[in-house]
T-cell receptor, first 112, second 113 residues
Framework: RKEVEQDPGPFNVPEGATVAFNCTYSNSASQSFFWYRQDCRKEPKLLMSVYSSGNEDGRFTAQLNRASQYISLLIRDSKLSDSATYLCVVKNYGGSQGNLIFGKGTKLSVKP | NAGVTQTPKFQVLKTGQSMTLQCAQDMNHEYMSWYRQDPGMGLRLIHYSVGAGITDQGEVPNGYNVSRSTTEDFPLRLLSAAPSQTSVYFC????????????FGPGTRLTVT
């Protein structure tokens, strides 16, 4: 089983829609959680960290459920500029504290 | 700050050739790493370093060497290129610790024929 699994997508949604991405992780020792965004043919960039209490950044809301080992990202009022691939990322406790483990990503396409 | 820089942006190699992908960062980050990204596979860690003089293997290290003689530079060497190494290579850096953002370079697109 892959350590981080995501909805494969693609998600094709109209502008203004609300869309949710899900992600599960298999290592209960995972310590930190992130969503990265990757535009076509570009490098990944941090979108937001995910905290146990949930956190919001404008139209984006991230949730973490440690008991179910589940992370989600909600995007409200989708914009054309939200079109990208969204990567679920975890860092595990122990070993190298820098190592990120990436999901394969979920592609979002927002249409006019 | 330039952030994380990578050279070259594109490279075509013949099977058996060797080359070095360059990576540099100017943020004084302790941690640096190399990933490869292939369609349908996501990003996979090749090698990483937690400081000058310290390197370790990631998930897919075979066919690659690294060294870290300075905090700023972390080159990736392909010893004898194979078509299976055709990929996009990203270098990344961050402070050590579980909560720090990793910054990625723009990537090197490598084709091995």
């Amino acid at each position: 089983r892959k350590e981080v699994e995501q909805d494969p997508g693609p998600f094709n949604v109209p502008e203004g829609a609300t869309v949710a991405f899900n992600c599960t992780y298999s290592n209960s020792a995972s310590q930190s959680f992130f969503w990265y965004r990757q535009d076509c043919r570009k490098e990944p960039k941090l979108l937001m960290s995910v905290y146990s209490s949930g956190n919001e950044d404008g139209r984006f809301t991230a949730q973490l459920n440690r008991a179910s080992q589940y992370i989600s990202l909600l995007i409200r009022d989708s914009k054309l500029s939200d079109s990208a691939t969204y990567l679920c990322v975890v860092k595990n406790y122990g070993g190298s504290q820098g190592n990120l483990i990436f999901g394969k990503g979920t592609k979002l396409s927002v249409k006019p | 700050n330039a952030g994380v820089t990578q050279t070259p942006k594109f490279q075509v190699l013949k099977t058996g050739q060797s080359m070095t992908l360059q990576c540099a960062q100017d943020m004084n980050h302790e941690y640096m790493s190399w990933y490869r990204q292939d369609p349908g596979m996501g990003l996979r860690l090749i090698h990483y370093s937690v400081g000058a003089g310290i390197t370790d293997q990631g998930e897919v290290p075979n066919g690659y060497n690294v060294s870290r003689s300075t905090t700023e530079d972390f080159p990736l060497r392909l010893l004898s290129a194979a078509p299976s190494q055709t990929s996009v290579y990203f270098c990344a850096s961050s402070y050590l610790g579980n909560s720090y953002e990793q910054y990625f370079g723009p990537g090197t697109r490598l084709t091995v024929t």
